[in-house]
């Protein structure tokens, strides 16, 4: 498969404006034994393998390593148990959830097993016992959702590396090439290769399988995030402002996966990054004009969220997620031709909202498909949607049969859902915020109302007792349409409104302001706070 590699940016930052990041790239390698990573040197280029035997270290070198799997059977099956305090659809509202665990007095663990959860920390709550009665406490305390994860363990994957016809079996192993580049071909259908900067590391994780971990400069990590975050045919002005952000936001996102030893991921529950596999000179150039600059509000790195389109409408971070509001993130109409006063006209109102969906014209991203949708979803999605979810949370009410009807019970002032009840055969769950459209197959985001569909049973015919005719059958509710705008979380930039913004002249400064007012464009530097815990 060929590879192509743009030149080089400008000459690197400074260390200290160019700081070192990890990526994992292949997050959970071992689910299938059968996967295998193949890492390439460069042609004329060579890669050099550190690792320990016996405790000392050693190092290979070669041009092709093929890291693959081997399961040990253990000697004596465990039990692998961990107690589930919460799970969410997004790390926001995880950490929040983690803040108020130790509000409480637990001492939590963010982890992302599959989605987001919260755990109660495993070295605090070390044996069966304690575990089981936390358990029990907190459900008698009204946290039915809090549950003990278990499961028994008699085997479990193994790396090994093969090279230069050698076998090593090694957890983990450093991985550098002498021209600084590497091919990696990763699992998939069908598997992808990319070429990554920097070094590569195999290690364990939490869940008993492996990471593989891309330690790059933030300046080069941004060539793989940059065109495929917002596209290379997006204007200038546009790309710079994505590429401020997708610089501040991995600086301030650090902490995501400390409980696996790395700091990012490489898809959306991050940024997508793809290397140095399909960089463009576009974002090349918005990245050296840019160089080592980040938003910051307040001598911080702002919360720099961006979505791809908004439907109309930015959204304050609590509309989205749990925890305290970020001041520069707040409701936005996206527009420079003044259609809506969202200060005299909020948007928490259904009449508001069907009417700010009705206009179709005149906003930044009008001309986007996904500006403005509707899509249907019979009951029988709704329920299987709604059940699936509860499953995965062992929830008291998973074994739901049908869905009765569902309605907006509140309401944001950018218009965002905040909550939605769902009647049942066994009750009303109510889902909040972004676990709407977790949940949920129809709606796109959570600028939306929904209108009940209807349809009339078939005439049961003639009546015989009286000759005449039967009364006509009454129409039965078969699903919901959802309508509404936008395609994402909407907090932060629209990236299809910055493409609007940039053709109308408007610099990457200005995007910025528009979308994050109050904040400051500032170089990387030490009297600059990536990140604090909010209070």
């Known amino acids: 498969m060929a590879i192509a590699l743009t030149t080089a940016i ?14 994992g790239i292949v997050q959970r390698f071992g689910e299938n034994l059968q996967d ?7 042609p004329g280029e060579q890669l050099t393998l550190s690792f320990e035997t016996q405790g000392q270290p050693q190092t290979v070198t070669a041009t092709r390593v093929v890291i693959g799997l081997t399961p040990e059977q253990l000697p004596e099956a465990t039990l692998g148990e961990r107690v589930v305090l919460s799970n969410h659809r997004s790390f926001e509202t995880a950490e929040y959830s983690a803040q108020q665990w130790r509000d409480r007095g637990i001492e939590p663990e963010i982890a992302q097993p ?17 575990r089981r009665l936390l358990v029990k406490n907190l459900q008698a305390q009204g946290f039915t959702e809090v549950f003990l994860n278990t499961e028994l363990i008699d085997q479990i994957p193994r790396t090994y590396f093969e090279a230069n016809g050698y076998r090593y079996g090694r957890d983990t192993l450093d991985i550098r090439a002498s021209g600084g580049r590497v091919r990696v071909t990763q699992p998939g259908d069908p598997p ?43 204007p200038v002005p546009a790309i710079q402002a994505q590429t401020v952000l997708a610089r501040t936001y991995a600086l301030r996102n650090l902490r995501r996966f400390a409980i696996d030893d790395y700091q990012l991921c ?19 150039q918005a990245i050296a004009a840019t ?5 910051t509000y307040q001598n911080e790195l702002v919360d720099a969220l961006y979505s791809s389109t908004t439907g109309g409408i930015t959204a304050a971070f609590s509309d989205v997620w749990d925890g305290p509001d970020r001041p520069y993130l707040r409701p936005v109409v996206d527009t420079v031709n003044g259609l809506w006063d969202i200060n005299r ?22 001309t986007w498909d996904l500006f403005r949708w509707r899509n249907e979803s019979p009951l029988a999605e709704i329920t299987q949607d709604l059940r699936t979810y509860l499953g995965r949370r062992q929830h008291p009410m998973a074994g739901l049969t049908e869905v009765r009807s569902l309605r907006v019970s509140e309401r944001a002032n950018s218009g965002r859902v905040q909550a939605i009840d769902i009647e049942t055969d066994l009750g009303v769950v109510q889902l909040k915020k972004d676990e709407i459209v977790r949940v949920l197959t129809a709606p796109r985001s959570l600028l939306f109302y929904v209108e009940p569909m209807y349809q009339t049973p078939a005439a049961a015919g003639s009546s015989a007792a009286t000759g005449g005719a039967a009364p006509p059958a009454s129409p039965q509710l078969k699903g919901y349409a959802f309508v509404g705008g936008g395609w994402g979380h909407g907090v932060g930039m629209s990236q299809t409104g910055s493409y609007r913004l940039g053709n109308l002249g408007w ?12 904040t400051t464009l500032q170089p990387i530097g030490e009297n600059l706070t990536f990140w604090r815990e909010p209070m």
Request: hydrophobic letters at 35%; one cysteine or more.
């Open 10 to 23: 400008a000459a690197p930052a400074p260390a200290a404006q160019n700081p070192v990041i990890q990526v």
């Open 36 to 42: 295998r990573i193949t890492l390439e040197a460069l």
């Open 114 to 130: 599959d989605s987001w959860e919260v755990w109660a920390n495993r070295e605090t709550y070390d044996n069966p016992l304690v």
């Open 192 to 234: 992808v290769t990319r070429v990554y900067g920097g070094t590569l590391r195999v290690q364990p994780n939490t869940y008993g399988t492996y990471t593989l971990v891309n330690s790059v400069p933030i300046e080069t990590y941004l060539r793989g995030v940059v065109p495929h975050e917002i596209g290379p045919s997006a």
């Open 266 to 284: 490489a898809d959306t529950q991050c940024q997508v990054y793809r290397g140095l596999t399909g960089t463009a000179p576009v974002a090349d």
């Open 291 to 295: 160089q080592g600059q980040v938003l």
């Open 345 to 366: 006209y909020p948007l928490s109102s259904e009449e508001a909202i069907r009417a700010f969906i009705a206009i179709d014209k005149g906003f930044n991203e009008d």
């Open 507 to 518: 610099a990457y400064p200005r995007i910025l302001q528009f979308y994050y007012p109050g």
